[in-house]
C-alpha cells in the first residue's frame, strides 16, 4: 500500500509521533532531553510551527504541532532529526540511524480532540507506570499546561487559551480534565489515526478537511447503499 501525502495545512494542529528504531532508547541523560527539547524550539522557530503540548519517553516522542507555513511540521522535524542524531551519535560512539522511519501525524480536529490529546500524550509517563501522576514526569509538557511552570517551547493553542480568562483559571481548569478518564475507545482512535495517517475529529470535520486536500482521510466505509434512508441519517447525526 502506498504511503499517504503529509497533511500540509498550515494553520492545523497535528499530534505527531517519533520513534527510536526497533523501539531503542533515543534518551539515556538528562542531557539528551535538554538538547532535544533546545534543537525541537530552534526547528519551530525557523520552520513556523507552534508546539502546545509534548512528552519525551524512553525511546518515543509525542508532540502536538501546528504549521505556519506549508510543510511546516516536515522541515522542522527533519532539522530537529538532523541535529539530534549527530550530537548522540557523537556523545555514545555510534553510527547509522537512530529512527524508525517516517514520523507518524494525524491531523486534530482542534474543537472535539485537541485537549484530549493533550490529555493522552501526557499521560503516556503515568500508563507506562513510569511515575503516578503525570506533574511527576519532567520531560512533558503538563507542568506548563497544568502549573504555570516556564516553559520556553510552548505556544498555547486557543482551545487551552478558552479555559479561561487568566492564566490561573486555565491551569486549575486544566487540571480539572485530568479526573476524567479517557476511553479506551478515544485512546484507539487517536492511536490508530496517528499510526495510519488520517484526521483525527468528526465527520463533519473530515469533509471540511477532504474538501482542501487530494488525499483520503479517514478509511473508506464498507458496505450501505449510500442512497438508503438509513445511510443518509448516519451522515446528518455525525455532522452533529
Known amino acids: 500500500m502506498a504511503r499517504l501525502p503529509r497533511f500540509n495545512l ?143 517551547n510552548i505556544t498555547p493553542h486557543s482551545e487551552y487559551l478558552s479555559l479561561g480568562t487568566f492564566s490561573i483559571e486555565r491551569q486549575t481548569a486544566y487540571r480539572d480534565l485530568f479526573n476524567a478518564h479517557i476511553t479506551d475507545k478515544t485512546i484507539d482512535e487517536i492511536r490508530s489515526s496517528t499510526n495510519k495517517a488520517w484526521v483525527l475529529g468528526s465527520q463533519y470535520f473530515k469533509d471540511q478537511i477532504a474538501e482542501k486536500l487530494t488525499r483520503e482521510v479517514s478509511p473508506k466505509r464498507r458496505g450501505g447503499d449510500r442512497r438508503s434512508k438509513g445511510y443518509v441519517e448516519g451522515r446528518i447525526i455525525d455532522r452533529v
Open 10 to 152: 498550515p494553520g492545523y494542529p497535528q499530534h505527531v509521533i517519533i520513534r527510536g528504531n526497533n523501539r531503542e532508547p533515543i534518551f539515556y541523560a538528562t542531557e539528551d532531553y535538554q538538547y532535544y527539547l533546545s534543537k525541537l524550539n530552534d526547528a519551530c522557530k525557523k520552520h513556523g510551527c507552534e508546539l502546545h503540548a509534548y512528552v519525551l519517553m524512553t525511546n518515543h516522542v509525542h508532540l502536538i504541532l501546528t504549521p505556519n507555513t506549508e510543510g511546516g511540521i516536515s522541515k522542522a522535524i527533519q532539522m530537529l532529526g538532523r541535529y539530534y542524531v549527530q550530537y548522540f551519535n557523537y556523545s555514545y560512539k555510534r553510527t547509522g540511524t537512530l529512527w524508525e522511519g517516517r514520523y507518524k501525524a494525524s491531523l486534530i480536529d482542534s474543537a472535539q480532540y485537541l485537549l484530549t490529546c493533550y490529555r493522552y500524550i501526557e499521560l503516556n509517563p503515568s500508563r507506562a507506570c513510569m511515575v503516578e501522576h503525570p506533574s511527576e514526569y519532567s520531560w512533558s509538557s503538563y507542568r506548563y499546561n497544568a502549573l504555570g511552570e516556564i516553559d520556553l
